[in-house]
C-alpha cells in the first residue's frame, strides 16, 4: 500500500471548481474534483498510533492504507496533511480546500454530519480506560467515587463520553501530550481509544507502569470526512472500501495494523 507521504499546505478549491491559484480544479477518475492534479490530499493528525503516525520521513498507518485503496482506484497518489484535529473535525479544513479528505480516526456523529459528508463506516471503535499499575479501578464509576484525576483528548468523542457521564477530566491536545499527563502524574487515569492505547502497552517503559483497566463499548464507528456536497468522491470511497472488503485486502490491512481480525480487536 503505503503511498509517498508529504506533510505540506495545500492549494484550496473556491466555490467556483477553480484552485486557489485560479486554475481549474484537478481531475482523477470518473471526473472526480481533487485540489491537486495527480493526488487525493488527506488531512488528518499526527501522531494517532496505529492510525496515522511518522516513520522515517512518512506518514503511515490503518487510515493512511484505507486512504490508499481510494488512491489507487482514482489513479492517483495520497499526499497528507498534519492540521489540528478541531479544524477537521468542524469541517473548515476540507471548506478552505486544505484537502479532498480527512481521515484521523474520526468517529462518525450526528455533530459531525452538520459540517462533513462522511464516507460508510470502515472501523468499529471502542473506548479505554488507561491507569498507573495499582490504582485498583475498574470502571468510570470507581474512577469518580474515588475522586481520581482523569485526562482526555481534546475534541474527540472520548472527551464527550467521559462529561456525558459526570466527569470533569483534564484536557490535553493531543493523545502524545495525554500520555505523559499520565506519565507525570498530571492525571492517574486517562480515556483513549483502545487500539491506540493497545499500541501504547507494546511498548516495555509504558506496560511496566500502566495498564488497561477498562475497555468502553460506546459503540462509535470512524468514518472518512468530506465536505459536504461531494457526493462523486464519497460514492468513490465507499466502492474502495467495499471492494476491499469483499476480496480480502481490508482483513489484510486489518492484520497488519492490528495483529488480529476484524471483529476480534481488545479480545485477550
Known sequence: MGAACVLTACGGESDTGASASGAPAASAAGGIKLIKDGKITTCTNVPY???????????VGFDVDMVDLVAKKLGVTQEIVDIDFAVIKSGAALNAGKCDVAAAGM???????????????YFDATQALLAKKGTGV???????AKGLKLGAQASTTGLDYVKEKGLNPTEYADSPKELLGLQS???????????VVLTWLKKP??????ELVASLDTGEQYGIGMK???????KAVNEAFTAAKS???YEQIYMKWFGKKPGELGVS
Open 49 to 59: 498510533e496505529p492510525f496515522q503516525f511518522n516513520q522515517g520521513n512518512k506518514v
Open 138 to 144: 475498574k470502571s468510570l464509576e470507581e474512577v469518580k
Open 107 to 121: 468517529t462518525i456523529t450526528d455533530e459531525r454530519k452538520k459540517n462533513l459528508l462522511f464516507s460508510d463506516p
Open 205 to 210: 517503559e509504558i506496560a511496566s507502569k500502566f
Open 185 to 195: 502524574g498530571q492525571a492517574d487515569v486517562i480515556v483513549q481509544d483502545l487500539p
Open 247 to 249: 476480496d480480502g485486502t
Open 228 to 234: 459536504k456536497g461531494n457526493d462523486a468522491l464519497a
